[in-house]
């Protein structure tokens, strides 16, 4: 059922104003009314009647359209606002239009109002498109400028991330053939071997960056305590990880459905970083504390790690960046985290402390199939 349309009229003569909505009641206008005649009036209407077209008068006694017209602008308030008045000179007339008024109405003359009304509704709804139409182009344009310029940076630091392991490696190849040394040839081999693992993190890291940007979002039920154990798994033959104890605290209150692939990227980054840059001066600990509800996830990834320092934590999230060299990755690990957080159309921050640890902050919405987001 379509809601009556709300009208707010700007009138400090009671006659006038009710042969107005007499006018527009004649002509088969249902709508809600409100009349108001100072500067406060017009304010709290706007707040609270929130109406859909405003009919003023020019000149009253304690305000005028104006005023009115530029309080609208000031505060950005986009309503159809159509002049009725008594007569006025056409300069003025264009002055209003001018400063936002849609159209001007002669009190001589209302049998044009309702015909009016319907032609500022409508010029108003087509604006309302072409502005949210260049807004999403816009939007797109800076998205598109945004893949350039990742996708160059891409290219040539993925080329560089693939060669330099492979040239590693031949050039390792080559040494050993030269060399029959049994001691030397296993030192060969144990940098060959590191070199195929960078290789491998890399190629890791690819996929991962290329499936998030390709794969269809899904809405699966989550059990959150269950995916940190299988990312527990998955990441157990990092280096350090049996020095590291896991603490995973989860308070749920509804039924949390997200895309389980992204939300694994996600902590499968995270916990491999604060194993990678876990302290081995201290009792290495990873606490992952999740609250869950109708609305959202909020999880909170702690360590006590080495940390990160001040002057680098606002890269952190930027493409091939790497704070220190202990990862054998290309630097995408958090870049993916982010990209997959917002694809997601969630939210993630950091702190962190050089020296005693970092905590990771994400909001992910909770999204039940069926609903549209």
Known sequence: MKRELKILMLEDMEEDARLVERTLRKEGFQFDWLCVDTHSGFVQALTEFKPDVILSDHAMPQFNSIEALKLLKHQSI????????????????????????????????????PSAIKT????????????????????????????????????????HNLRAPLLSILGLIQLAQRDDS???????????????????ETIKEILDYSKNARIEIARNKIDLKKLVSEVQ???????????????????????????PYRLAIILTNLISN????????????????????????RIKL???????????????FEMFFRATDRSDGAGLGLYIVREAVEKLKGT??????????TTFYITIPNQPPGQHY
């Not at 986009?78 to 008024?101: D, M, R, W």
């Not at 604060?274 to 996830?297: G, H, L, P, R």
């Open 233 to 259: 798994e998955k990441v157990q033959y990092i280096q350090f990880y049996e020095r590291v104890s896991f603490h995973v605290n989860v308070h749920q209150t509804a039924d949390f459905y997200s895309d």
């Open 78 to 113: 986009h309503v159809p606002f159509i002049l009725v008045t008594g007569t006025v000179s056409e300069e003025f007339a264009v002055n209003c239009l001018k400063l936002g008024a849609h159209d001007y109405v002669l009190k001589s003359n209302l049998s044009r109002l």
């Open 120 to 159: 500022s509704l409508k010029q108003f709804e087509i604006e309302v498109k072409r502005k949210k139409a260049e807004s999403d182009l816009r939007r797109q344009n800076e998205e598109l400028v945004k893949i350039n310029r990742e996708l160059d940076n891409f290219v040539y630091s993925v080329s």
């Open 182 to 200: 049994q001691r030397t040839f296993t030192n060969y081999w144990e940098m060959m071997t590191k070199s195929i693992f960078n290789l491998d």
């Open 274 to 297: 604060s194993i990678i840059y876990s302290n081995s001066y201290v009792a290495s600990m990873v606490t992952i504390e999740a609250v869950i509800d109708s609305k959202e996830a």
């Open 348 to 357: 993630i921050r950091a702190e962190s402390v050089y020296g005693e640890g």
């Open 302 to 316: 702690i360590d006590n790690g080495i940390g990160i320092e001040e002057k680098l934590m606002p890269r952190i």
